[in-house]
Structures are given as C-alpha cells and as structure tokens.
C-alpha cells in the first residue's frame, strides 16, 4: 500500500479496494499517518457512473529529498 501511494499520481479508496482487496482505505491511511508516514489528501473532482458531480480523496506520501519535502503527485 505504501508504494501505492508513493506512485506518481498517488492512489483513491476505490483504487486500493480494485488493486490490492483494501475494503477500508481510509482506516489503512489514518494508520499509516499515525505511524509517522506523511500522507497528503489532495480533493479531486469527477463524474459518478451517471455523470454526476462528484468529490474524491486521493492520497499520496510527500518525499524527503536533500532536507526538501517534495509531493510524490
């Protein structure tokens, strides 16, 4: 899962319950952030299935890199 969210573009719920069977993404990701792991959530928006208006989470994992912190999306 952590990879998941270090990939460019970071990942959604729906895509860790797709990808890798996670039914809780969110339970996961507010694990991971109390282990110390620096999860971004960015809004998105989007259409559902019916083309409809709808917002999203998507999560990725901000990078340390030469004392900079860098967003991985």
């Not at 573009?9 to 996670?22: A, F, K, S």
């Amino acid at each position: 899962m952590v990879d998941a969210l270090r990939a460019p573009g970071g990942t959604t719920n729906r895509e860790l319950l797709v990808n890798y069977g996670i039914m809780d993404g969110r339970k996961r990701i507010s694990e991971l952030m109390a282990m110390g792991y620096p999860v971004i959530k960015t809004w998105e928006d989007g259409k559902n299935r019916y083309g409809e208006p709808t917002r999203y989470l998507r999560y990725s994992i901000r990078e340390v890199e030469d004392g900079r912190e860098t967003n991985v999306c």
